[in-house]
């Protein structure tokens, strides 16, 4: 759709002790837009890749979000050799191939399948991480990681301050895709990511871009400490963007201010 809703708060009022809201409703034509705000088919990003630190700015290649995260994944796996990527089909390349062709190159000893158990993933996923590995674990789709919620919560995320900062979970990357896309019903289209940002101890990542997917997975996977990185399914073949091809990070913890807003 080429249009969307713009709200103005336009007057407050009380009804029975009660505070009332009335908006003005106003629709705005936006044709760099295609499906919804997200989906944008040209990605401007004017200060995204030039505050980038990279040795070799011109080397650049067209990339979408999932081959941005899949060379993100090869250049996490080359140069941290202790690192492991896994999770269902993960071997195969993964329902959205993400991880296509990295258990030829790595071996099936770093890039693996598991048993269809979310738990068990995430369980195998601390324990490697706990004694100085890199775990990368997949899971399939975000509507799944719940039997995963109290691994993922009560251990994971705590694990540095149950020993009192004696020990700490170490480097783990739980990926998943998230979100809507249309024909997934129930089980393939839900947004859990408001559960896990109130959780202490865990950092929530939510790529936007090829560029930031790619820089975003590469800071989560050198990270001490857990974390919960959502891949907008939706954008995994969407827009497309000049990717640096060097290994480059961007700073976590730190959000991006895509448009300013006034509230009246």
Not at 205 to 230: H, T, Y
């Amino acid at each position: 759709m080429k249009n969307f809703v713009k709200t103005n708060l336009i007057q407050t009022f009380k009804i029975n002790g009660r505070m009332k809201l009335k908006f003005n409703i106003s629709c705005i034509q936006r044709n760099n837009f295609s499906t919804n705000l997200l989906e944008i088919d040209t990605i401007k990003d004017e200060i995204g890749i030039k505050n980038l630190k990279l040795k070799f700015p011109e080397k650049l290649k067209k990339m979408n979000m999932y081959t941005s995260i899949n060379n993100a994944l090869d250049i996490a796996l080359s140069t941290e050799k202790n690192s492991y990527l896994f999770g269902e089909d993960v071997k195969f390349g993964g329902v959205f191939r993400c991880s296509i062709g990295l258990c030829e190159k790595y071996g099936v000893d770093r890039v693996f399948n598991t048993p269809l158990s979310e738990q068990g993933i995430v369980s195998f996923a601390i324990g490697i991480a706990s004694i100085g590995g890199t775990a990368i674990a997949e899971i399939q789709f975000a509507d799944y990681i719940f039997p995963a919620y109290d691994q993922i919560v009560n251990e994971a995320a705590k694990y540095r301050y149950r020993s009192g900062n004696e020990f700490d979970c170490g480097k783990l990357t739980i990926r998943t895709p998230y979100g809507a896309v249309g024909h997934g019903a129930l089980y393939h289209s839900q947004s859990p990511e408001s559960l896990f940002s109130h959780v202490p101890g865990l950092t929530v990542v939510m790529p936007r871009s090829p560029i930031q997917a790619k820089g975003l997975l590469l800071s989560s996977i050198r990270k001490n400490d857990p974390v919960i990185f959502l891949e907008p399914k939706r954008l995994y073949r969407k827009a497309e963007e000049d990717v640096p091809e060097e290994d480059y990070e961007i700073e976590l913890c730190k959000s991006e201010l895509m448009e300013e807003g006034v509230f009246n």
